[in-house]
């Protein structure tokens, strides 16, 4: 650039100051609106999805995160909690059908509910049959791990970014 005066070259450091001192991250990312860590994880083998969902919340409540931190699932690990939280309704909703679909079979209102009123306590007499036999109740929750990458974000709702620091806390 030249000086409108002079017609001279301006040097370089007439227009702008170069601090190496004070150095940020090249990008920050969101969530919403809020600056976001995004914290990756891995199962072991054998590790079901539920457990490492116990355990990363638990290690959240037991290191005293502040509360305007929040800690979300995404990926399998949400899909996880989301399925949790509709599994009661899809429960219930199969007893109504299947109560309807009895009671058509049998032309009765009581007959189904006396066949329903047996599941309680074949359910007990499977697991425990299971369990006689040398079975865990781990086959089950296996059935859901798996070796895919989880994330979990943290975001702060009153700073503009987390400091390296409170990022480290948060994840040792």
């Known amino acids: 650039m030249k000086s409108p005066l002079t017609g001279?070259?301006?040097p370089l450091s007439a227009l702008v100051t170069v601090d190496t001192t004070k150095v940020g991250p090249l990008s920050v990312s969101h969530q919403g609106q809020f600056p976001?860590?995004?914290l990756?994880?891995?199962l072991r083998p054998g590790i079901a999805l539920g457990q490492a969902v116990d355990a990363i919340l638990g290690a959240a409540r037991d290191i005293g995160l502040p509360?305007?931190?929040i800690a979300t699932f995404?990926?399998?690990a949400q899909a996880f909690q989301s399925s949790l939280a509709s599994t009661p309704a899809l429960i219930g909703a199969a007893?109504?059908?299947?109560?309807?679909?009895?009671?058509m079979l049998y032309e009765s209102y009581?007959?189904?509910l006396?066949?329903?009123?047996?599941?309680?306590s074949a359910g007990v007499g499977a697991v425990l049959a299971h369990l006689a036999n040398g079975g865990t109740l781990e086959h089950a929750q296996s059935m859901a791990a798996h070796e895919s990458p989880h994330t979990t974000k943290l975001y702060d709702r009153t700073k503009e970014r987390l400091t390296q620091d409170e990022i480290e806390r948060i994840v040792m």
């Open 67 to 69: 509360g305007s931190v």
């Open 8 to 10: 001279s070259v301006l």
């Open 114 to 120: 006396t066949i329903l009123s047996t599941l309680p």
């Open 40 to 42: 990756s994880f891995n």
């Open 95 to 103: 007893l109504v059908v299947v109560y309807i679909i009895l009671g």
């Open 36 to 38: 976001a860590v995004t």
């Open 110 to 112: 009581i007959h189904p």
């Open 74 to 76: 995404q990926g399998n």
